[in-house]
């Protein structure tokens, strides 16, 4: 935001502008809390957070998406379940940071976001690292982008109560422009891996299903525990333990539901590897099936999928696309597909085409590359 809109909304100039991004992932799903494998990449779609620091315990915050004066909150009441609205997703990081004995104050912040937001394109994960490194710069606070990525998922946990892992907000503030980010989501070590859909006469088509996903509605939470128990009963520390090789024998041992989720995440983590393979040997357009597979698994499996994903799954692979599959929590929100360069508008055009006579809302389909993490602007 201009220094001028900020001061006839705050008062004064703003110390600094910082901006985190959206993500997709390529492949990896509901892995992060298995302690398994994700592979996205950062949208140029970002959260811009313009910002002055305040020495007086008010936390004043305004977003180009809402109108009217500024909500203002007490650092020293902040509270989980306490902020309504948009407004706990900036409070939740500040909470953090206090509970974890930062001793952080207020500030005037500033909100303006392309990010679409219920999209399962991490809108809610690129608002709070954006807040979270504009506060550590603010605070000179001495925290690396893997412990803000960790305090920004705390957050969410812990204050806006939805049991996430840790890949969104560890692409938010991790990813680099031109790769995809492997992340082992049990140890946080990482490996950019080129991700050049150009020089491979490809494009990543996203297309926004504009069906709601909500994971604060519990669907997620149970996902979760589901797994959870399923390690619990394989005598596992998490489902990335159990070898893709001993899959068989251990779904004999669980009941069917649970023996689905189990056999979606073994699965799964395979298939990161195996994209890690293609893409290290060169061959990008040879991911596609792996996607379109992964897809299945959420459908059949997970059951994360809904109409309208697995419609257009099926739409654009019919209409030339490499390989398609849901991306982000599921129910509702995204879809990626690998597209030939020429392809590109012929699939994006049958899709519509295809939601238009299911009767569903026309989907926003744009293409993304794989763009910047977090940073300070200015
Ligand atoms: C959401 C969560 C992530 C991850 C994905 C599914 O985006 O925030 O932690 O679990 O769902 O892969």
């Given at each position: ?21 959206g993500r997709v992932n390529l ?13 996205p990449i950062a949208l ?75 999209a399962g394109l991490s ?48 692409a ?8 995809a ?23 990543l088509?996203v ?118 599959r849901?991306t982000g929590?599921?129910?509702?929100g995204s879809v990626i ?31 993304a590359?794989p ?8």
């Amino acid at each position: 935001m201009s220094t001028d809109a900020f001061r006839r909304l705050f008062g004064h100039d703003p110390d600094g502008e910082w901006a985190a991004p959206g993500r997709v992932n390529l492949i990896g799903e509901h892995t992060d809390y298995n302690d398994g494998f994700v592979l996205p990449i950062a949208l140029p779609h970002a959260t811009r957070v313009t910002a002055r620091r305040r020495d007086d315990g008010l936390l004043r915050l305004h977003s180009t998406r809402t109108e009217g004066d500024p909500v203002e909150l007490s650092v020293d009441e902040l509270a989980p379940g306490g902020v309504p609205g948009w407004a706990v997703y900036p409070a939740s990081v500040v909470w953090t940071l206090r509970r974890a004995g930062h001793e952080v104050g207020g500030a005037d912040l500033h909100i303006a976001s392309d990010v679409p937001s219920g999209a399962g394109l991490s809108s809610s994960a690129a608002l709070e690292c954006a807040v979270a490194l504009a506060y550590r710069d603010l605070h000179k606070l001495d925290l690396d982008v893997r412990e803000l990525a960790l305090t920004a998922q705390q957050a969410e946990n812990d204050f806006v109560g939805v049991p996430c892992g840790i890949m969104d907000q560890m692409a938010s503030m991790g990813c680099e422009e031109g790769s995809a980010l492997l992340l082992d989501t049990r140890d946080l070590t990482q490996r950019q891996v080129p991700f050049d859909l150009a020089a491979a006469g490809l494009r990543l088509l996203v297309i926004d299903t504009r069906v709601k996903h909500d994971l604060a509605d519990g669907a997620y939470a149970q996902l979760r525990a589901g797994c959870e128990q399923a390690a619990a009963l394989l005598g596992l520390p998490a489902l990335r333990d159990l070898p893709t090789g001993s899959l068989t024998a251990a779904l004999d041992r669980l009941p069917p539901e649970l023996a689905l989720l189990v056999r979606h995440v073994v699965t799964e983590n395979d298939r990161v590897r195996e994209v890690i393979g293609l893409l290290d040997a060169g061959r990008l357009a040879a991911v596609g099936p792996v996607l379109t597979a992964g897809h299945a698994s959420l459908r059949d499996d997970f059951r994360v999928s809904c109409p309208e994903t697995d419609l257009a799954v099926e739409v654009a692979v019919a209409a030339g696309a490499l390989g398609a599959r849901m991306t982000g929590g599921g129910f509702g929100g995204s879809v990626i597909a690998l597209v030939p360069d020429g392809g590109a508008d012929g699939v994006a055009a049958e899709v519509v085409a295809a939601f238009a006579a299911a009767g569903h809302t026309a989907p926003r389909i744009f293409s993304a590359t794989p763009s910047a993490g977090a940073r300070r602007l200015g």
